[in-house]
Every structure is written in structure tokens, then in C-alpha cells.
């Protein structure tokens, strides 16, 4: 009798256990998706009375294997990749001493979009050449190290990838630009010169990230020329509810004066809405 599988899958430098097995008393064969024990994704096919005793056990295995390759097919297909950036968010919301900040950020938050963004995904070895090298580096999460990340993985993307698309996906994690961003238009990185810092002070460097993911991902880019965007984005931002249950309402009142002041600023409109 097939009765279950038990697997460990590697993706995006994580390794994930799928499990599959029989619930033989109920009927049902159940397929879940583990990372260090927190369940990721369940799928469920009941099979009830449909099958003989002497047929079930090869129509249960059949079930059993379609489940199983199913739902590993979906984690790589990166159907998981929000909840999987969800649960790594709540595990580490601080980094830890002595841990390596710009490994986790490649690993984390860097590696994931490269997929999402630009439709690239690493394998398993070359991932383990990007930690590689990234250990030789600073564990420090700065732009010049983030820049030598970029240029290691364009060395090996470079003939699967747009130039043009991947300097625009460079340009959307860039931290602090040195030109003046005064005579910039509204965008991310705007956006995040305003009060990236502020959050990381009051959440965490990766909710913090995260956060600032989610908001831009739900939105155009068409939407950041409205009259109205930097304010919207911000309320979003302050509205959400790792922000509500890690602030207080005084420090959400104050950093929102603060943040549209530095925006006026910024943008060289002392004068105009937001």
C-alpha cells in the first residue's frame, strides 16, 4: 500500500518539508507544505466511497504522488512567496548580534524578487555561489555592498534578463541616492528617502522592508503621478496593522506631520498638496 511521502525541497535558499499521507479513516488524503514546522499550504482531495478495497490502495497512491508533485510544483512556481515573506518577517524582526544582515537581506527579500519582478529564478547552486561571495563581504546592509550584490548576480542573469529591466529592479531596492532628490518626481525611492528610517526605528529593518514591499506592489506605477500619491502611500503605511500594534497614536500623529514636511521638502513644494 502507497500511504504517504515525506520530502525536503530547497527553494530560494530555504529549505521547505512537504508532507502527503493517507488519513485512511477519514478518507482523505492530505498534502501540507512546512517551513521549521509552520504550515505554508494545505491541500486536501477526499476520496470517500469512489474507490473498491481491492482498487484504493493504487487509486489512493495515485492521489497521493499528483498532491504531492502538486503542491512542490507551486511553491516553485512562487505561489507561496508572500506568506513565505510573511513568516520570515515575524521570525526575525530585529537582526540578531552578530548576524549577517546582508546575507539575510539576499536571501530574504533581494532573491525572492528577483522572480516576481523580473520573472528570473536562481537555482540552488547558484544561490550557494551568491552566499559565497557574500560572505567575503562587510555583513553590513550599506549601498556599496547592496551595488556588489547587484553586479554578482547580473554576472549570472545577464543572458536570461533585460539589461534595462534589471537596472529598473536595482533602482527600486536602491537605498539613499546621492543626487539631489529635490528636483525628483514621486517614486519609491522618494518615498523611502521620507521615512524608511523612521519605520525601521519603530518596527524593524525587515517588517519594515516588507511592509514597504506590500504597499507598492498593490499599487501601478501609473498611480504615483496622482496629486494625492505620497499621501495615500503614507496612510497605507500607518494604517497597517504591524504599524498599529508597535506604535502608539501620538507617534503615528507625529510621524505623519513629519513625513509630509519632509516630502514638501524634498520635492521643493513648500507650498503645494501633497
Avoid at 40 to 54: C, H, L, P, Q
Avoid at 159 to 170: L, P
Wanted: with cysteine.
Amino acid at each position: 500500500m502507497y500511504r504517504g511521502i515525506n520530502e525536503n525541497v530547497h527553494y530560494n535558499g530555504y529549505t521547505f518539508h512537504v508532507q502527503t499521507e493517507d488519513r485512511e479513516k477519514r478518507a482523505v488524503v492530505v498534502s501540507t507544505l512546512f517551513y521549521r514546522g509552520v504550515i505554508i499550504a494545505e491541500e486536501r482531495v477526499s476520496y470517500g466511497d469512489n474507490t473498491s478495497s481491492d482498487a484504493s490502495g493504487e487509486g489512493v497512491g495515485e492521489i497521493i504522488k499528483r498532491l504531492h508533485l502538486g503542491l512542490i510544483e507551486r511553491l516553485k512556481r512562487g505561489e507561496f512567496d508572500e506568506r513565505i515573506r510573511a513568516l520570515l518577517a515575524t521570525e526575525k524582526e530585529e537582526p540578531e548580534e552578530g548576524e549577517n544582515q546582508l546575507l539575510s537581506f539576499c536571501c530574504e527579500a533581494f532573491i525572492p524578487s528577483l522572480k516576481k519582478e523580473l520573472g528570473v529564478e536562481l537555482d540552488h547552486e547558484e544561490i550557494g555561489r551568491i552566499k559565497k561571495e557574500v560572505e567575503t563581504l562587510e555583513p553590513v546592509l550599506s549601498k556599496e555592498n547592496y551595488l556588489r550584490i547587484c553586479g554578482i548576480v547580473y554576472q549570472m542573469i545577464k543572458d536570461r534578463c533585460d539589461t534595462s529591466r534589471f537596472r529598473s529592479f536595482v533602482k527600486g531596492y536602491a537605498f539613499r541616492a546621492e543626487e539631489d532628490v529635490a528636483d525628483l518626481p514621486f517614486s519609491r525611492e522618494v518615498f523611502q528617502q521620507v521615512l524608511f528610517d523612521d519605520l525601521v526605528g519603530a518596527i524593524g529593518y525587515t517588517l519594515g522592508s516588507a511592509l514597504m514591499e506590500k504597499v507598492f506592489s498593490e499599487v501601478h506605477s501609473s498611480f504615483l503621478k496622482k496629486k494625492d500619491a505620497f499621501r495615500v502611500l503614507m496612510n497605507r503605511i500607518l494604517s497597517s496593522g504591524v504599524v498599529q500594534k508597535r506604535t502608539t497614536e501620538q507617534w503615528r500623529e507625529q510621524m505623519a506631520r513629519q513625513w509630509e514636511e519632509r516630502y514638501r521638502s524634498l520635492m521643493g513644494n513648500t507650498q503645494g498638496d501633497v
